[in-house]
């Protein structure tokens, strides 16, 4: 039988393919913890009625939530679930919360996304 031939060309280009979806993972998995530390601070200072801080640390959230999609998911979809989407998760929840208290509701879909000021959907 003939010998196994291997396309180092191809495999060099997996290989290319791969560590560039690696690097926007590890991007992703850095910045998603700064997101979920924001909507965690953004809570803990509704619980104190500190509006201001929660406002601004929802604001960076937000901020941040829509570079890490327009710099890292728009070109490797998946990674849009993972650890970003627990990222996404925990700004819902604070922005929920904070409806809560201002309002004495919760959000519907919709408003959530008006409010989030992120420029892609929930």
């Not at 196994?4 to 060099?12: E, M, Q, S």
């Not at 850095?30 to 640390?57: C, H, M, T």
């Amino acid at each position: 039988s003939p010998p196994a031939v291997i396309d180092l060309r191809h495999l060099a280009e997996l290989k290319r393919r791969y560590d560039t979806f690696d690097e926007r993972r590890e991007q992703v998995l850095k910045r998603a913890r700064d997101v979920i530390k924001g909507a965690k601070n953004s809570v803990y200072a509704l619980q104190r009625k500190n509006w201001d801080q929660a406002d601004k640390e929802l604001k960076q959230c937000a901020k941040e939530a829509c570079a890490i999609h327009r710099d890292v998911v728009v070109h490797s979809p998946s990674l849009r679930g993972g650890l970003f989407g627990a990222a996404l998760e925990e700004l819902a929840e604070a922005l929920s919360f904070r409806s809560f208290l201002r309002d004495g509701q919760l959000l519907s879909f919709s408003e959530m996304q008006s409010v989030s000021a992120l420029s892609f959907p929930l």
